[in-house]
């Protein structure tokens, strides 16, 4: 098994080298330039932590096999394996500006197989 570097143990070196600075002859000098050194340094914009993460090539592979799935599904839905496209929706399924008839739909539920 691989040891992380960044496990939860105690780092006996580093921790004896900052104690070494925080407790030398001038400990507000080192945190001086700690934090001196903290507010120069480059912070990247959210879109650069992004894009460092998610290669753009990849994420356009990804989303050209989405697309590719979802239209092969979608030209799939409405296929039988014997003869050519059939309707997705039941015939009950058509939009009427008013209910139908009660006899009109115990017809259709008597026709359903």
């Known amino acids: 098994m691989m040891l992380s570097?960044?496990?939860?143990?105690?780092?006996?070196?580093l921790g004896s080298l900052l104690r070494a600075e925080l407790t030398g002859s001038r400990p507000d000098a080192f945190l001086a330039r700690?934090?001196?050194?903290?507010?120069?340094?480059?912070?990247?914009?959210?879109?650069?932590?992004?894009a460092g993460?998610?290669?753009?090539?990849?994420?356009?592979?990804?989303?050209?096999?989405?697309?590719?799935?979802?239209?092969?599904a979608w030209f799939e839905a409405g296929r039988t394996a014997e003869n050519g496209l059939i309707a997705t929706l039941p015939e009950q399924a058509a939009v009427l500006s008013q209910p139908p008839a009660v006899d009109d739909i115990m017809i259709a539920l008597r026709e359903r197989p």
């Open 5 to 13: 570097p960044f496990d939860n143990q105690r780092d006996e070196e």
């Open 34 to 50: 700690v934090r001196r050194n903290v507010a120069a340094a480059e912070r990247p914009s959210e879109w650069d932590v992004l």
């Open 53 to 72: 993460w998610a290669r753009p090539r990849m994420m356009a592979a990804a989303i050209a096999a989405a697309l590719l799935l979802w239209l092969g």
